[in-house]
């Protein structure tokens, strides 16, 4: 189920969610922020981890990634946008 493209300060997020029922098995990013290397860079080491967050909590209540709070915020709300789709 694919989430909304949320819109952050440095550009949008969205996500994909793969679900198994009502289990996230999977989360897939298809836009993120890339206007500059820093995005990418940060982008690189936080994509994973907020990946691995939001399968371990299996919602998007996760923390934020210190050094990427605007990214992190866009990916909470494009997962969210996809469960409440879903209707997960």
């Known amino acids: 189920m694919t989430g909304d493209a949320v ?10 969610v793969v679900l198994s029922g009502k289990t ?3 989360v897939v990013a298809l836009r993120l922020p890339d206007r500059e290397r820093r995005d ?10 907020l ?11 996760i923390d934020t990634v210190s050094g990427a709070s605007y990214t992190s915020y866009g990916y909470a709300q ?4 996809a469960l409440d789709r879903a209707g997960a």
Do not use: F
Request: charged residues 20%.
């Open 40 to 49: 990418i860079e940060i982008n690189n080491w936080a994509v994973p981890i």
């Open 24 to 26: 996230i098995t999977d």
């Open 51 to 61: 990946r691995q967050e939001v399968l371990d909590a299996q919602s998007a209540r």
């Open 7 to 16: 819109s952050t300060r440095y550009g949008s997020v969205q996500v994909q």
């Open 78 to 81: 494009s997962v969210q946008s």
